[in-house]
């Protein structure tokens, strides 16, 4: 059974940055996509990034281009989301996410197992 965990959550002001982690376990990985989602308070959990098995391609929604970056490390079976000039509008619980749609996907039914999610707090 796979399991993911985050970390690297936190409470941080406006334009600051953090790097949250997930690490894989349970299963072997190959030709698995991993995807970022995040839910603010009130709102429904909204895709924010995806990278493909391969590590080649990846995409983001449109409120986090140019500031967020997804990446893996294959070795530690670890995702990794930068997140660079915060804004107060990312406060959220950011969750990982698996699929075996090995290009990936922005469908959160795409995704088979999740993670507990993690607080990010952003003050203006």
């Known amino acids: 059974q796979v399991q993911l965990v985050e970390s690297g959550g936190g409470s941080v002001q406006a334009g600051d940055s953090l790097r949250l982690s997930c690490v894989a376990s349970?299963?072997?990985?190959?030709?698995?996509?991993w995807g970022w989602f995040r839910q603010a308070p009130g709102k429904e959990r909204e895709f924010v990034a995806f990278?493909?098995?391969?590590?080649?391609?990846?995409e983001y929604t449109d409120s986090v281009q140019g500031r967020f970056v997804i990446s893996k490390d294959n070795a530690k079976n670890t995702v990794y989301l930068q997140m660079n000039d915060l804004k107060p509008e990312d406060t959220a619980i950011y969750y990982c996410?698996?699929?075996?749609?090995?290009?990936?996907?922005?469908?959160?039914?795409?995704?088979?197992?999740w993670g507990q999610g993690t607080q990010v707090t952003v003050s203006s």
């Open positions: 996410a698996s699929t075996k749609v090995f290009y990936g996907t922005r469908r959160m039914t795409d995704y088979d197992s």
């Open positions: 349970g299963g072997t990985f190959t030709n698995y996509a």
């Open positions: 990278i493909m098995w391969s590590g080649v391609s990846s």
